[in-house]
């Protein structure tokens, strides 16, 4: 069965850049054809879409964020990752790796991780 | 963009039915999806394709996608069902998410 877990700092200054890391166990990362993404919540708030990858390492990104966000698969280790440069406050939220399901043009989320608080403050 | 609107809030009382709306422009041409967030843990999806159940979702979940709004429908309603809801679907190349109803079970 498998499952996902967030790591990396969950401190970043204003103007660094945040990576965060989502390590899939129980499975291989490169089988079923599987895409991925990442998903943020300020505290308090909704829920907010950043980018996905697919098998191929094709990418898209959330149009408000591309310009700082890229996602890649590292397929030795068994994980996708996530590098948002030139944090603000703003981008302070609850960070959810996720596995996509269904089909092109219709995907949904269903296997989620656990979520990683990502504080950003000098 | 494309905006997903939901109520802020929807109470019921245990064992009655609710409904949580969603709407968006001709909505009903988009497949919907829909999460189920509970406080400190991470979403898990209920809904899939408007009024797909996912495996392990009960059957008291169903939904509904027509004209300029998506419902779910969850009937005989639990405790444990109190639960922030969110739509989701994608437009243009991105998913989008609406803003989330909470669901108070009176």
């Known amino acids: 069965q498998l499952q996902l877990q967030e790591s990396g700092p969950r401190l970043a200054k204003p103007s660094e850049t945040l990576s965060l890391f989502c390590t899939v166990s129980?499975?291989?990362?490169?089988?079923?054809?599987?895409?991925w993404g990442w998903i943020r919540q300020p505290p308090g708030k909704g829920l907010e879409w950043i980018g996905s990858i697919d098998h191929s390492g094709s990418t898209h990104y959330n149009p408000s964020l591309w310009s700082r966000v890229t996602l890649s698969v590292d397929t030795s280790k068994n994980q996708f990752s996530l590098r948002l440069s030139s944090v603000t406050a703003a981008d302070g939220a609850i960070y959810y790796c996720a596995k996509m399901g269904g089909h092109s043009g219709s995907w949904y989320w269903d296997l989620w991780g656990q979520g990683a608080l990502i504080t950003v403050s000098s | 963009s494309y905006v997903l609107t939901h109520p802020p809030s929807v109470s019921v009382a245990p064992g009655k039915t609710a409904r949580i709306t969603c709407g968006g422009n001709n909505i009903g041409t988009k497949s919907v999806h829909w999460y189920q967030q509970k406080p400190g843990q991470a979403p898990v999806l209920v809904m899939i394709?408007?009024?797909g159940r996912p495996s392990g979702i009960p059957e008291r979940f169903s939904g509904s996608n027509s004209g300029n709004t998506a419902t779910l429908i969850i009937t005989g309603v639990e405790a444990g069902d109190e639960a922030d809801y969110y739509c989701q679907v994608w437009d243009s190349g991105c998913a989008v998410f609406g803003g989330g109803t909470k669901l108070t079970v009176l």
């Open positions: 394709y408007d009024n």
């Open positions: 129980g499975g291989s990362i490169s089988s079923g054809s599987y895409s």
